[in-house]
């Protein structure tokens, strides 16, 4: 449904206007990293890790098809990596990492935790060569003012292969809003439906993750529609008065119910009251989600859990864009005025 | 049955006729509330009152989607907040706060008193964007040559939200000018259905107070259809006048049956007779105006009146007025005001035809219970 969404977004920067909330034309470039990467042929799942030595690696281009660069013919497993500053002047800012077109299938690694995913690797292969890739890197994964390791797995099936094109680059979100709980981060995820997954006290011990926000056809759930739940538990450190809070959701695809410690606070779409009956979607996928929580629902400084429903009617699924986190309504308020400010200049 | 099958179709038309039941066509404005409010996304229950100082806040068209105002891609709660004064109030007629079409769902506060509200705000949210908001202002909330003050506390889903749509003004009824007792205010009611309701002994203190003329839904019975009745103890004024008197209820969603002192003095179903209901399926849109018995009203003590109202589905209630006594004159030029009443049921061939082949009953209404 929103398939191409980002590259749609950023080339239509100019139309859309940078008012939106989170939208992605708001990114600007913060730092380019188009240019050498330490680069091998093969596949060790140790060339994650930030650990890893890779200083006998031979330097590549990029972005550019492996095979002007002198690997002409091959066909298989790739490691690409770089070290990189990111300055804490972008704390409050949504970070992002654009590694362009990919051909075929890649995963990306700040740190040596997976950032995303796209693409199938064997034996499933499928490729994704036409998507544009960006993204979101979660601010607890970030090294602020000190290196920050990318690691690119790559897997390319025929002829060109590797980083080919694109604006690569470290990029930040506009207008962002500054957060008093992000929860942009991994999230455990499990398809399928069952009202019991909304309990504060429900083991998601098994549950895989993933990444929020992201769609889950870029996170090992390709193809898959219907039911899912996310889940996320939270310490809501504060020392303040007693202020309403609002739980900003970004967009989801389609539909949501989210609960926070075992109580729904908000909805968009409507889901069937019986299993089996039909669900109608529109554009709910639009929506961007703010639901305020109700007074003593957040337990101050001791863990808080949200459960999130999900309905996908078809294609792309899941919470796929931010913000998503709590802030003070007072925060909210002001940040609303602050857009409204500049709509009217 | 051909005539069968044709039926139900008329069925299905008029069906889709009575969403849209509450109009404000039929009201004079006294007071237009359109142009700038003052607007604030949130949530707070400080900013129902008179009191709160909103100078900070921002301004806002209304009526007007707040997408267009600045707040595009907004969805939640916002809260609108208007001063105004009044220097005319009539006296002896309803006033209402119209605020037209609110996305999705509204909780107005009329100087600090809630007077209404549509819709169900999250978590158990349900939308009530398509229905016109017409709230009866209660006389003792409403504040002549001084300032009144009137909060919105609106929640939309997504896609557009706020006042969107007019009219948007202070409103009353001129009919009222023809009533000689007002009955229009706090009446008593209860959702269900029970014989024993209609008469003057039965202790209604329990039930729960409702605002008439007023949709139900906008007070506390939002998903409600089915039986509701309504109890309203009253005295005449001394020297009230003599002669043959009426009782005009307005209208109401969909079916009555109207009892004074315990005994039954009609239903929609007269209407036709006289004036105004034109066919079935039309029963909400009709005013209702029933003649008094002779002897039937206490002139020295407490009268009774229990309306029992059956609503097939939307809204429901007593939602209209005028509401209360009429002389004999009056009754007639009211009639002659709404219906071009002259002597003919009927305005046109086809009205006559519907009501030839769709009867004078209530068939459209197979939950209705008519033997009661």
């Known amino acids: 449904m929103v398939r191409n969404i980002f590259l749609s977004l950023i080339i239509c920067l100019s139309t859309l206007g940078g008012k939106m909330f989170g939208r992605d034309g708001n990114l600007v470039l913060l730092q380019s990293l188009e240019g050498r990467w330490q680069f091998s042929i093969g596949m060790n799942e140790d060339w994650t890790s930030p650990k890893f030595n890779d ?15 002198g690997y002409n013919g091959y066909n298989g497993y790739a490691f690409y990596r770089k070290k990189i500053t990111i300055s804490s002047k972008y704390k409050d800012r949504m970070l992002y990492l654009n590694m362009g077109y990919i051909d075929d299938v890649d995963e990306v690694y700040l740190n040596g935790k997976k950032i995303g995913s796209t693409g199938s690797f064997p034996p499933n292969y499928s490729t994704a060569y036409n998507a544009e890739r960006i ?3 979660p601010v607890e994964f970030i090294n602020f003012d000190g290196p920050n390791q990318i690691a690119v797995k790559v897997y390319d099936s025929e002829q060109e292969g590797g980083i080919v094109s694109g604006d690569i680059g470290l990029y930040g979100g506009k207008n ?7 929860l942009q981060s991994a999230w ?3 398809p399928g439906d069952d009202l019991r997954r909304k309990e504060p006290d429900f083991d998601d011990e098994g549950w895989g993750e993933i990444f929020v926000p992201g769609k889950w056809e870029n996170q090992g759930y390709r193809d898959y529609d219907g039911y899912a739940w996310y889940r996320k538990s939270f310490v809501y450190k504060t020392t303040g008065e007693t202020e309403k809070m609002v739980l900003l959701m970004g967009k989801i695809n389609d539909l949501d119910q989210v609960y926070v410690n075992g109580t729904l606070v908000g909805s968009t779409g409507t889901f069937p009251k019986r299993p089996g009956e039909k669900v109608s979607t529109g554009d709910q996928y639009l929506a961007f989600r703010g639901y ?3 007074d003593g629902l957040l337990k101050k400084n001791e863990k808080n859990i949200i459960a999130v429903r999900v309905f996908d009617s078809g294609r792309d699924g899941g919470i796929y864009e931010g913000p998503v986190g709590l802030l003070t309504q007072t925060k909210y308020i002001d940040y609303w005025r602050k857009i409204k400010k500049e709509d009217d200049e | 049955m051909k005539t069968k099958h044709f039926k139900l179709f008329i069925l299905f038309l008029f069906l889709f006729s009575t969403f849209s039941s509450v109009r404000a066509e039929d009201l004079r404005r006294i007071v237009s509330l359109s142009g700038s409010w003052r607007f604030s996304i949130g949530d707070d229950s400080k900013w129902a009152s008179p009191s709160f100082d909103d100078s900070g806040w921002d301004q806002i068209s209304v009526p007007g989607k707040w997408e267009e105002q600045g707040y595009n891609d907004y969805n939640g709660y916002a809260w609108y907040r208007k001063t105004f004064r009044i220097s005319d109030i009539p006296s002896n007629s309803p006033v209402f706060l119209v605020l037209g079409r609110i996305d999705d769902v509204d909780e107005v506060y009329f100087n600090g008193t809630e007077i209404g509200k549509s819709g169900k705000f999250p978590p158990d949210y349900k939308t009530a964007y398509d229905r016109t908001r017409k709230y009866l202002i209660p006389s003792d909330l409403i504040k002549e040559n001084a300032e009144n003050v009137i909060a919105v506390k609106v929640y939309d889903s997504y896609l557009e939200g706020g006042i969107i749509e007019g009219p948007t003004g202070i409103y009353t009824d001129e009919d009222n000018e023809l009533i000689a007792l ?4 706090k009446w008593k009611f209860q959702a269900g259905d029970n014989k024993g309701w209609r008469y003057s002994d039965y202790n209604d203190e329990g039930w729960s107070s409702i605002e008439v003329p007023s949709v139900w839904e906008n007070q506390g019975y939002e998903d409600y259809d089915g039986y509701g009745w309504y109890r309203l103890k009253f005295n005449l004024p001394q020297n009230f006048t003599t002669g043959e008197l009426y009782l005009s209820l307005g209208k109401i969603d969909d079916i009555d049956d109207v009892y004074l002192n315990g005994e039954h003095i009609g239903n929609v179903y007269d209407m036709r007779k006289d004036f105004g209901y034109r066919n079935s399926g039309g029963e909400y849109n009709t005013r209702r105006v029933y003649k008094i018995h002779e002897g039937l009203l206490n002139r020295n003590g407490s009268n009774l009146l229990a309306v029992r109202v059956y609503d097939e589905q939307g809204v429901g209630g007593i939602y209209e007025g005028p509401v209360g006594i009429m002389s004999a004159e009056n009754a007639r030029r009211y009639k002659n005001r ?5 002597g003919n049921r009927y305005d046109s061939f086809w ?7 769709f009867g004078n009953d209530n068939s459209n209404y197979d939950n209705y219970d008519n033997d009661f």
């Open chain 2, 182 to 185: 007002n009955l229009s205010g």
């Open chain 1, 55 to 69: 200083t006998s690696w031979e330097l590549i281009r990029v972005p550019s098809p492996w095979e002007d660069e």
């Open chain 1, 135 to 137: 993204y979101y890197i």
């Open chain 2, 351 to 357: 009205e006559y035809m519907f009501d030839k082949f």
């Open chain 1, 188 to 190: 455990k995820f499990q």
């Open chain 1, 292 to 294: 305020y929580i109700p």
């Open chain 2, 338 to 342: 709404h219906h071009n009443y002259n």
């Open chain 1, 176 to 182: 962002t809003v500054t957060l008093d709980v992000n």
